[in-house]
């Protein structure tokens, strides 16, 4: 069964996207993580496209922008911060199946 593509559908994926992001660029993988933030780019448009309100637009931009500080500046992101922050995302769109 296909989930519906809502906002909460774009966030539940983009937080694991920007775990592997992460991920990549501290073990120096530097081709993966470009990739990868391709496709946190993508899923960005594709939250964009979806309709969220204009809380939920300021916020994606927010987690896009992050996650590019992130590495720039070669700071440390808590993956379970990521994961308490993106879960109930996950949780929404499982429970709408």
């Known amino acids: ?5 809502t906002p909460a559908f774009y966030m539940a994926n983009l937080g694991p996207e920007i775990k592997r992001a992460v991920s990549f660029y501290e073990r ?3 081709p993966e993580y470009q ?7 993508g899923i960005v448009e594709q939250f964009l496209v979806a309709g969220p309100t204009n809380g ?3 916020e994606i931009v ?3 922008n992050l996650l590019r500080n992130v590495t720039e500046n070669h700071e440390i992101l808590n993956p379970h911060a990521l994961d308490a922050y993106f ?11």
């Open 1 to 5: 069964m296909n989930a519906e593509r």
């Open 28 to 30: 120096g993988m530097e």
């Open 35 to 41: 990739g990868a933030l391709l496709r946190v780019d």
């Open 56 to 58: 939920g637009r300021a």
């Open 62 to 64: 927010i987690l896009s």
């Open 87 to 97: 879960t109930p995302f996950a949780l929404r769109v499982l429970a709408h199946r």
